[in-house]
């Protein structure tokens, strides 16, 4: 029913990843495989809700606190992960980070810490630094085949008592880590013992794969957090700008309403994104479902010819995201070499890991959402990358 296989040209479009491929990786004629969005179109429904939007022809103020949304998001809880959530518990911004950036503020002060699991999403250390407060560190590190966070260690980090916030990406971007259940109590509850608050980023909670399950952290904790998400990374459609979430509390709750509204001037959210998310919520899942059947095949594709290649990195798809971080360490092969062979040689753009923190050194970071033509012609390049490196 969705042909994921069709290419659609993004060249033109005022698109990140292609028409501005230069502002990275400083030349323009790459094949881009970079930010974190998708070659797809959005999904049928979403572009008939727009339509029909867009026929209206009245583009004036416009309001989210209705139930046409309320039911929506407070739906897909129930229908994708067997969660009744509060409706007076949402709120709306413009964009996931914009929602962390507002609420570190307002839960800690200049000087202060924010904790975070690394390698991360290089816009956590962006937001975190920009708000003059100080990123602490909680290296993942890979037990057998699964990415681990060493409670003692968070338990120790945050007994120092110079944390006011444990930022949390669930699933876990770069990683690919979905938390599990256990994990994700075991946090709550010494973030609880410490009075440290948790910003949970849940923007890639429904890319998840097989038999992992993703849990929502208000289903583990019931105070002091902020979840933040959007149906922009399922969908693809980041560039309508718009996001929700959940505050636990009254009293930060009508203080992100005072700071939204009197503060920052943003009082009318797009009504575009408004739309989108209705539609994506009430009609978009069998859409989503076969998306993900098509992202799982795209990583195990890449497995597949990656390991076919190079069998000493028994590389295994991420539990989450379309984003396969690719850990090419057994090759010992310079980062800044490799980089250098794919943009100048290869004329492919990829994430080098060290983006992400120093725990990337070493990997790559390949975004997996386009069709599969574009995801072979990709790793022909990085593989004939890799090997020119390795004769080097």
């Known amino acids: 029913m969705f042909d994921f296989d069709r290419v659609t040209d993004r060249r033109g479009s005022w698109c990140t990843q292609w028409d501005f491929v230069a502002d990275r990786f400083g030349q323009n004629d790459l094949l881009p495989f970079t930010i974190s969005d998708m ?54 911004g413009p964009s996931v980070i914009y929602m962390i950036s507002r609420l570190i ?60 916030i444990l930022l949390l990406c669930s699933p876990h971007n770069p990683t690919g880590k979905v938390w599990r259940r256990e994990e994700l109590e075991q946090m709550a509850a010494i973030c609880q013992r410490y009075n440290v608050r948790v910003i949970s980023d849940e923007i890639h909670m429904d890319m998840v794969f097989g038999d992992q399950k993703h849990t929502p952290w208000l289903a583990v904790a019931k105070d002091r957090f902020a979840l933040f998400t959007s149906a922009s990374k399922s969908f693809n459609v980041p560039a309508l700008t718009g996001a929700y979430g959940f505050i636990s509390d009254e009293e930060d709750r009508a203080a992100w309403f005072q700071a939204l509204k009197q503060t920052d001037g943003l009082s009318s959210p797009a009504v575009m994104a ?4 209705i539609a994506a919520y009430r009609e978009g899942g069998e859409w989503l479902d076969a998306l993900l059947r098509y992202l799982a095949a795209n990583l195990q594709h890449i497995a597949a010819r990656l390991n076919d290649a ?83």
């Open 310 to 392: 190079f069998p000493v990195l028994n590389w295994l798809p991420p539990q989450a995201t379309y984003l396969a971080w690719i850990d090419l360490n057994p090759l010992g092969i310079n980062d800044a070499q490799l980089h250098k062979v794919l943009i100048e040689q290869q004329k492919v753009a990829m994430m080098p890991g060290l983006t992400y923190g120093p725990e990337g050194k070493g990997y790559l970071r390949l975004n997996a959402g386009c069709p599969r033509s574009k995801l072979d012609d990709g790793l022909t390049r990085l593989i004939a990358g890799i090997r020119s490196c390795l004769k080097a």
């Open 39 to 92: 070659d797809f179109p959005a999904a049928p429904c979403i572009l008939t809700a727009l339509q029909q939007r867009l026929a209206h022809g009245v583009f004036g103020y416009s309001r989210w606190q209705h139930d046409d949304f309320l039911s929506a998001i407070t739906g897909w809880y129930q229908q994708r992960f067997q969660l009744s959530v509060e409706p007076q518990q949402i709120v709306y």
């Open 274 to 277: 408004v739309a989108a998310h």
């Open 105 to 164: 503020q307002h839960w800690s002060q200049p000087g202060e810490g924010v904790a975070v699991h690394t390698p991360a999403y290089d816009a956590f250390y962006k937001t975190i630094e920009g708000n003059h407060r100080r990123c602490f560190s909680l290296p993942l590190r890979k037990v057998g085949t699964e990415w681990q966070c060493n409670m003692h260690e968070l338990e120790a980090l945050l007994a120092q008592g110079e944390c006011r």
